[in-house]
T-cell receptor, first 112, second 113 residues
């Protein structure tokens, strides 16, 4: 199993600014995943973060907007850059093994 | 690629009544299927999972699900719901090709007094 600590849990940000979300896992994992959950919707995968290489982004998401760091096997950050109100969502990090996915508590972002 | 469908976006039900939340998946290969619950302002919590073996899977909080390969379904059931079961429920599948989870759109279960 894996326990994931994610912070901040929520934030209200001004448009045009950036927010960095941190995700800490209690064990070493190869891949970490970042999701966006827009209001009333399901989870959309943003990118997969591997330690020691660039993140792999899903269609519709780009590195300039959502830069990701993965400095070691237990930690990752997602930055939401140059925010607009459309970025208001819950952002979740996860660790996924074939028999279960573990999630952080999520970061509820509101852009005003 | 794997895809997961949840036919009901919202399911209102009275307390102590039974409930079934529907889930269908697309795949012609072995599948690993999951149900997650998301309570308000919280992350996702695993309810139950099917990896192999018995097609009837029992999970936490009195929920169970049945894997039906011929119908490509994995419906979630509970014989008697409580107010505290009010939450968003996500069906998910492990995508062998992408090596990641694929989530359904979610079903909002509202338990009414």
């Amino acid at each position: 199993s894996a326990v994931i600590s994610q912070k901040p849990s929520r934030d209200i940000c001004q448009r045009g600014t950036s927010l960095t979300i941190q995700c800490q896992v209690d064990s070493q994992v190869t891949m970490m995943f970042w999701y966006r959950q827009q209001p009333g919707q399901s989870l959309t995968l943003i990118a997969t973060a591997n330690q020691g290489s660039e993140a792999t982004y899903e269609s519709g998401f780009v590195i300039d907007k959502f830069p990701i760091s993965r400095p070691n096997l237990t930690f990752s950050t997602l930055t939401v850059s140059n925010m607009s109100p459309e970025d208001s969502s819950i952002y979740l990090c996860s660790v996924e093994m074939v028999d279960e996915a573990f999630f952080g508590q999520g970061t509820r972002l509101t852009v005003v | 690629a794997q895809s997961v469908t949840q036919l009901d976006s919202q399911v209102p039900v009275f307390e102590e009544a039974p409930v079934e939340l529907r889930c269908n998946y697309s795949s012609s290969v072995s599948v690993y299927l999951f149900w997650y619950v998301q309570y308000p302002n919280q992350g996702l919590q695993l309810l139950l999972k099917y990896l192999s073996g018995s097609t009837l899977v029992k999970g936490i909080n009195g929920f169970e699900a049945e894997f039906n390969k011929s119908q490509t379904s994995f419906h979630l059931r509970k014989p008697s719901v409580h107010i505290s079961d009010t939450a968003e429920y996500f069906c998910a599948a492990w995508d062998n090709y992408g090596q990641n989870f694929v989530f359904g759109p979610g079903t909002r279960l509202s338990v009414l007094p």
